[in-house]
Nanobody, 126 residues
């Protein structure tokens, strides 16, 4: 599976961005998908996950109510809509596929994900 994340950039605090994750090489709807982020000097952090059909989602508390994860299986693409961005959201954002069971403790661990995109940088600054 190849994943290509895009959509990052520089945005002012309070602004919005939508990240995309285009998948190829495997039936996209076979796997759940997650987004993680990694700020300089910090560990990779779980952001959000969505199940195969898109009917279930799970979010980190730090972004709940501001970010929305979605997917379009017909387009083999996942999305992360980010609103009300804060400087602390600055990080490289990664998408990844997940083949395990839909359990919150498992979803939060990057080691449980199978394939990763290359990351896209989001910078929130005035």
């Amino acid at each position: 599976v190849q994943l290509q994340a895009s959509g990052g950039g520089l945005v002012q605090p309070g602004g919005s961005l939508r990240l995309s994750c285009a998948a190829s090489g495997r039936t996209f709807s076979s796997d759940a998908m997650g987004w993680f982020r990694q700020a300089p000097g910090k560990e990779r952090e779980f952001v959000a996950a969505i199940n195969r059909s898109g009917g279930s989602t799970y979010y980190a508390d730090s972004i709940k109510g501001r970010f929305t994860i979605s997917r379009d299986n017909a387009k083999n693409t996942g999305y992360l809509q980010m609103n009300s961005l804060k400087p602390e959201d600055t990080a490289v954002y990664y998408c990844a596929t997940y083949e395990g069971g839909w359990y919150a403790p498992y979803l939060r661990l990057p080691n449980n994900y199978d394939y990763w995109g290359q990351g896209t940088l989001v910078t929130v600054s005035s």
